[in-house]
């Protein structure tokens, strides 16, 4: 059975931190590259940052370069996404995404709130 399982989303000042991880299982995690999707109340999902199945490959969208970091741990088939500097417009629920090779698969998301 795959399952991709969010943790560590919550509240937190405009200016804070926050460290997502993703436990996959099920699936041969070490091949597929990642990526997390967030999606805000009343738009669309957006892909905010990817990696590749080695790590040595990573994309992020303009919104959060310099303030978010994408990684991955094989020997625990997890990934990262490390958020600094968060602002109100980060808030949405985030999604871990294995991308490729086919099947795709998601988790059931996880809620960043950034709110004073």
């Known amino acids: 059975q795959v399952q991709l399982v969010e943790s560590g989303g919550g509240l937190v000042q405009p200016g804070g931190s926050l460290r997502l991880s993703c436990a996959a299982s099920g699936f041969t995690f070490s091949i597929y590259a990642m990526s997390w999707h967030r999606q805000a109340p009343g738009k669309e999902r957006e892909l905010v940052a990817a990696?590749?199945?080695?790590?040595?490959?990573?994309y992020y969208t303009d919104s959060v370069k310099g303030r978010f970091t994408i990684s991955r741990d094989n020997a625990k088939n997890t990934i990262y996404l490390e958020m600094n500097s968060l602002k109100p417009e980060d808030t949405a629920v985030y999604y871990c995404?294995?991308?490729?090779?086919?099947?795709?698969?998601w988790g059931q998301g996880t809620q960043v709130t950034v709110s004073s």
């Open positions: 995404n294995a991308r490729s090779p086919r099947p795709e698969y």
């Open positions: 990696i590749s199945s080695t790590g040595g490959v990573t």
